[in-house]
């Protein structure tokens, strides 16, 4: 557990957070610019020295009225938003930097890093010869092998082209099972939260605007101006089922959806995404239908702002799932909360790096 107690300042600007992290898996740190995702990172590295407040770690305490435990002793690995590679040396020379100046042995071995990352072919380069990517996934290694307790990754994609980027996320995606280590993952992209994260920590001017499931959040509609209104929609789990005349059957609390073939083993547990502008409402099971995909649920909340849409919150056994509908169609439907509907789904996006 990350326990966070402080505030810390730079110039007009005061970053106060009160929070308690589990540290197990990806929590994502998420918020526009400015928020102050960088300044809390880079106060769990020790990097800057809160003006009051206490930070521990397991209980350890890193920083309160008494003490101050220096960046190189937390234990903790960070990869900034540049890989920072020394230019003089080769990837090998890099990587083996780390392991010289980590503070204990660790589990995480040169060979274990260069097979996570794909780095054998980079060893002998030098890190102008490497494209973005390239020198990121270096850099991710180089974190590793300095035996963090807690890897801090700060916007580690912003820079790359969208390509680049889904190629970096399958990688960093796989670091918290395959070595048991927790991350704390700055941006401030809805969709990296999405794939890569189960919890996330929403920043806003300063302050903590919420925590909690990434899922959980995205369904606030009070949060919208924060997670992106344009991008609301839902995060439903569903088992792969079978693969059948090149389309993937997933079950969905009982109900199936079907998409396009996905390479995953029946039985694997798979997260979707929905976008609500994706949905549409039936009063009725509808037949004879292009759209395949339709899901019976309870109407369980209706949410109204301050466009001429609304927003409908269906039961789909214990998941939820979000449509957007027109005040209009609201009306004409009249629709009331704990109504049998039928959600048609247009679209579902799935990212085969999305597999759980």
């Not at 003006?51 to 770690?57: E, L, T």
């Not at 670091?175 to 794939?195: G, K, S």
């Not at 009306?331 to 999305?354: I, P």
Request: hydrophobic share 45%; aromatic share 4%; with cysteine.
């Amino acid at each position: 557990m990350l326990d966070l107690d402080f505030t810390i300042t730079h110039g007009p600007f005061d970053l106060e957070v009160r929070a308690a992290i589990e540290l197990d898996g990806t929590t994502a740190v998420f918020g526009p610019s400015g928020a102050g995702k960088t300044t809390l990172l880079r106060a769990i590295a020790g990097l800057d020295r809160p003006a009051r407040g206490r930070i521990a770690c397991d209980q350890v305490v890193w920083h309160d009225s008494t003490r101050h435990v220096a960046a190189h002793l937390r234990r903790v690995g960070y990869v900034f938003q540049d890989g920072r590679l020394f230019p003089h040396l080769t990837v090998e020379q890099n990587l083996r930097f780390a392991v010289q100046h980590a503070r204990a042995p660790g589990p995480i071995g040169m060979r274990d890093a260069v097979a996570a990352l794909e780095l054998q072919e980079l060893l002998s380069r030098r890190p102008a010869s490497l494209s973005g990517g390239e020198q990121q996934r270096v850099a991710i290694g180089r974190a590793l092998l300095t035996n963090p307790r807690l890897l801090l990754m700060d916007e580690p994609l912003s820079s790359l082209d969208s390509g680049r980027r889904r190629e970096i996320a399958g990688y960093i995606e796989q670091l918290p099972a395959r070595f048991d280590l927790p991350v704390l993952y700055v941006t401030h992209d809805i969709d990296e939260v999405i794939r890569l994260a189960g919890r996330m920590l929403l920043l806003a001017r300063g302050r903590v605007a919420a925590q909690g499931s990434v899922k959980e959040i995205l369904d606030r509609i009070d949060l919208w101006p924060l997670t992106g209104r344009l991008e609301a929609g839902s995060i439903l789990e569903a088992i792969v089922e079978r693969h059948v005349d090149g389309m993937s059957h997933l079950k969905v609390d009982g109900q199936t959806l079907r998409i396009p073939a996905i390479r995953a083993a029946a039985g694997k547990t798979i997260r979707l995404r929905i976008h609500a502008r994706d949905v549409v409402i039936a009063m009725e099971r509808p037949t004879r239908l292009s759209i395949r995909n339709v899901l019976e649920g309870r109407l369980s909340r209706i949410d109204l702002d301050d466009t001429v849409y609304a927003e409908l919150l269906l039961d789909i056994g214990a998941q939820s799932l979000r449509a957007r509908i027109t005040r209009e169609a609201l009306a004409e439907l009249e629709l009331v909360t704990g109504q049998t509907l039928y959600a048609l789904v247009k679209s579902v996006a799935f990212d085969d790096a999305l597999l759980r």
